[in-house]
C-alpha cells in the first residue's frame, strides 16, 4: 500500500512541518498558498486554497469553493502543514 498511499500528495507536503495550533472550529484553521491540511484518517493533504472544490478521501475534510467553506467532521484528525519557509 505505501506507493499507494503517496500518490497525490505533492511533493511539498513531504518538506512541511505540523502546525500545533489546536483547531476547534475552522475560522481558526490558516489560509494561505503555504498552508496545507492533512487528514490523519485517510492521510489525504489537501491545499488550503484550492481552485475546486475538493475533500479528503475519506470525506473528514473538505473544502468548498461555492462557499468558500472548509468542513471538517472530526477535529481530531484534523492537521494543519505549513510549508518550510526557505531562510536564505
Ligand atoms: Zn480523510
Redo the contacts with the bound molecule.
Keep these: 500500500m505505501g506507493k499507494e498511499a503517496r500518490r497525490g500528495i505533492p511533493a511539498i507536503a513531504r518538506k512541511m512541518k505540523k502546525l500545533d495550533a489546536k483547531i476547534s472550529d475552522t475560522s481558526q484553521a490558516p489560509k494561505g498558498k503555504e498552508y496545507f491540511y492533512r487528514?490523519?484518517?485517510?492521510?489525504?493533504v489537501i491545499p488550503s486554497t484550492p481552485r475546486d472544490n475538493v475533500?479528503?478521501?475519506?470525506?473528514?475534510?473538505f473544502i468548498d469553493l461555492d462557499y468558500l467553506r472548509l468542513a471538517v467532521k472530526d477535529y481530531t484528525?484534523f492537521e494543519v502543514l505549513q510549508a518550510g519557509r526557505e531562510d536564505k
Design positions: 487528514c490523519a484518517a485517510c492521510g489525504g475533500g479528503c478521501e475519506c470525506g473528514n475534510i484528525k
